[in-house]
């Protein structure tokens, strides 16, 4: 992220004053919202059959959707949390059609949203506080771990702390969850969590844990060298509604990452724990351990005595398959299966297999529509589309059975993309590991040069102030403009129709559609310059030039006003609704249109005490006639305020003295809204009393 601070002191009060000091307050303002993605979910968060990705960033939650034409990420919506995500999970409760989003955060709370295409928001479904705030090492908020039945959530600490949720629906079919019960275990730290697939059976999950207890009493070392780590599964009694510690062993090899294997129908059930060198599957009961080395570059450059570890995973299953896909820390990917004994249920093989290589992951996902997004710890994001599952091509495939000695692990030759096709990037600027600001294009608003990435996927990265824009067409004018305008033909039009461009004697009216062109049908007067233009009622326009005002109905009638005598309009202000124009010497004409569609003069004038430099009027407010303020600059170095409303009509109401005349001015209704748990009752309330409450700004340049 990209940041600037602004410093502002505060003005003492009298008693302040006294004690001589100043407070200061720092404004962060994000220059570019962050690009890293922390964590990636998929499913049909929509409720449609339409798989949708929702990331991580920070403290952005984003909605992802890939365009069913061209197969490319848009994004749908953006909301900043106002605090750190620090993990996400989808579930979906059994026989439901749409997917809910689980977010373990820096804010002591389990947060479950469901996302409102109606609306375009997440709405909060459920939001429960367990403890402070704060991404503390025992507080609940590192881990979510998910029963794939969708009937409970376990959310838990680096240290100690680990609550258990059951998810229900109620008679009305709204999800409910229940109060949190506990499944603590003091002076142990965790690795890694997840749910296990036991079909229908009672809720189990798996954990990576660490006990330190006696490491930490033993001032020697001795026991910190011999402490090992041990997987443990937690049971959830749906039947006597408590968690127990079901069973726990030592493990050989450290490990840093548990991924689920499908189970009940789907699969034979249990985990693979990822360790340095080595991928382990374990289940209950009788299942003997399956452990197979993790291949090797053939001829790496990289340390041969480094160890390697898988360091993000995506599992993908049919009603036939389910196959996995690794990544290792050099961002070679591998496929998994498990092959099963003729006999029994019981795994006896686990087969790897090269798959592509592709940019580091900080998390994968497999969507149902043959696509893989991966969330990019070092440079862009990247979405693949699945072209082949890699079976039937020549590749060698490693397996659990192949004997090996001790130490020894398989070799492989990385290769460009065969089983994957790039079908979109998203910029990501992590990790900026250097920064400089200058104008080196001599733009005048300095430029940010940015090193972003790392090794061979490294850039450096120009930004710009600013929005980027793309040229759809040129069009050679015929002189210098002074301005331009672009209206619609009526007020219901999606996109604008005209490009109204004025210079010192004409004015040029260009068409917009597939192509750019002059046309001279539109009802303007192209022999002098335009002082203003816009789309005026439901479907008019109206043209201000120096010796009058042109009223163009849709039909091409044109009623014209003329300035009075050998004056001239020197300055002018519109809305959709009304017009006011100064004529030369200070003298304000006001102009209203009525329930016809007819543009009427109020019967009087307004004469200002000096000229006229700049006008100003609002926009007309939605169910209201009018806007009810006009501003206006005078040459004597004031703004005045003047009503439009009938009752006062052109009677000056305040005035601002300014230490120079102004050169611009623009009047803002401020008027926000605030979202309300209980319905939208509340927040019709405050929008009331937002818009009448209204602050008109001026601002002089």
């Not at 949190?180 to 690795?191: D, N, Q, R, S």
């Not at 042109?550 to 004056?567: C, F, Q, T, Y």
């Not at 009018?626 to 600059?633: E, I, K």
Request: charged share 25%; with cysteine.
């Amino acid at each position: 992220k990209l940041h600037g601070i602004a410093y502002s002191f505060s003005n003492p009060s009298r008693s302040e004053r006294s004690r001589r000091f100043l407070v200061m307050h720092l404004y962060n303002l994000t220059l570019q919202k962050a690009s890293a993605v922390v964590q990636a979910i998929h499913g049909s968060f929509s409720g449609t059959k339409q798989q949708e990705i929702v990331v991580g960033r920070g403290k952005i939650l984003e909605l992802l959707r890939p365009d069913p034409t061209t197969g490319k990420l848009q994004p749908v919506l953006s909301v900043e949390v106002f605090g750190v995500i620090r993990s996400l999970v989808s579930f979906r409760l059994t026989g439901g059609t749409r997917d809910y989003i689980i977010v373990g955060s820096d804010s002591g709370r389990i947060v479950i949203l469901e996302y409102n295409p109606a609306k375009n928001v997440f709405d909060r479904v459920h939001q429960e506080t367990f403890g402070r705030s704060g991404c503390r090492r025992i507080v609940p908020g590192q881990y979510l771990a998910l029963d794939p039945k969708g009937r409970a959530v376990m959310i838990g600490a680096l240290e100690k702390q680990k609550f258990v949720y059951v998810l229900n629906r109620d008679a009305a079919a709204r999800l409910t969850i229940s109060s949190p019960l506990e499944a603590h275990k003091a002076h142990t730290l965790v690795f890694a969590t997840v749910g296990v697939d036991v079909g229908f059976e009672n809720p189990v999950f798996a954990c990576l844990e660490l006990d330190y207890e006696e490491a930490d009493a033993d001032p020697s070392g001795d026991a910190a060298q011999s402490t090992q780590q041990t997987l443990t599964f937690y049971e959830l009694d749906l039947g006597l509604n408590h968690v127990v510690r079901k069973y726990s062993e030592p493990l050989e090899d450290p490990g840093n990452m548990l991924i689920q294997v499908p189970g009940g129908s789907d699969g034979p059930s249990g985990v693979l724990i990822c360790s340095e060198n080595y991928i382990t599957y374990k289940n209950f009961g009788d299942q003997e351990d399956i452990r197979c080395p993790i291949p090797r570059r053939r001829n790496d450059l990289d340390d041969p005595e480094r160890g390697m570890l898988f360091v993000c995973s995506a599992s993908h299953k049919t009603k036939s398959m389910f196959f996995i896909l690794v990544q290792t820390e050099q961002g070679d990917i591998f496929k998994i299966t498990l092959e099963k004994g003729k006999d029994d249920d019981y795994v006896t093989e686990i087969k790897l297999k090269y798959f592509d290589t592709t940019p580091v992951g900080a998390s994968m996902c497999v969507l149902r529509t043959g696509f893989l997004f991966i969330a990019s710890e070092f440079g862009n994001h990247c979405f693949y589309q699945i072209a082949n599952l890699g079976d039937n091509d020549d590749e060698p495939e490693f397996s659990s059975k192949m004997p090996l000695e001790e130490g020894e692990t398989f070799y492989f030759a990385p290769r460009g993309l065969r089983n994957l096709v790039l079908v979109d990037e998203i910029e990501n600027l992590a990790p900026i590991t250097a920064c400089q600001i200058a104008d080196l294009t001599n733009e005048d608003t300095p430029q940010l040069y940015v090193a972003c990435g790392r090794g061979p996927r490294s850039s450096l990265r120009v930004l710009r102030h600013g929005l980027e824009v793309s040229e759809m067409a040129v069009s050679e004018l015929p002189g210098n403009p002074n301005a331009v305008w672009t209206v619609k033909k009526t007020a219901h039009d999606d996109f604008d129709a005209y490009i109204v461009v004025s210079f010192v004697n004409a004015t040029l009216v260009l068409s917009i559609g597939e192509t750019v062109e002059e046309v001279t049908d539109t009802g303007f007067l192209g022999t002098a310059p335009t002082l203003a233009c816009t789309q005026l009622g439901e479907d008019a326009l109206l043209q201000v030039y120096p010796f009058g005002i042109r009223h163009i109905r849709s039909d091409r009638r044109v009623n014209e006003w003329k300035a009075p005598g050998r004056r001239s309009i020197v300055k002018c202000a519109v809305n959709e609704r009304q017009v006011v124009v100064a004529l030369a010497g200070g003298e304000l004409v006001y102009f209203e249109m009525d329930i016809s569609g007819q543009l009427n003069e109020y019967t009087e004038r307004k004469d200002m005490s000096a000229d006229v430099m700049c006008m100003a009027i609002g926009r007309v407010p939605p169910g209201e006639q009018r806007s009810r303020f006009l501003a206006v600059g005078l040459a004597d170095n004031t703004v005045r305020i003047i009503s439009l409303d009938p009752s006062d009509c052109l009677s000056p109401l305040s005035m601002q003295a300014l230490p120079a005349p102004s050169e611009s001015l623009c009047i803002i209704e401020m008027g926000g809204t605030s979202g309300s748990d209980e319905g939208g009752e509340a927040e019709t309330s405050e929008s009331e009393d937002s818009s009448s409450t209204s602050d008109f700004k001026t601002e002089s340049y």
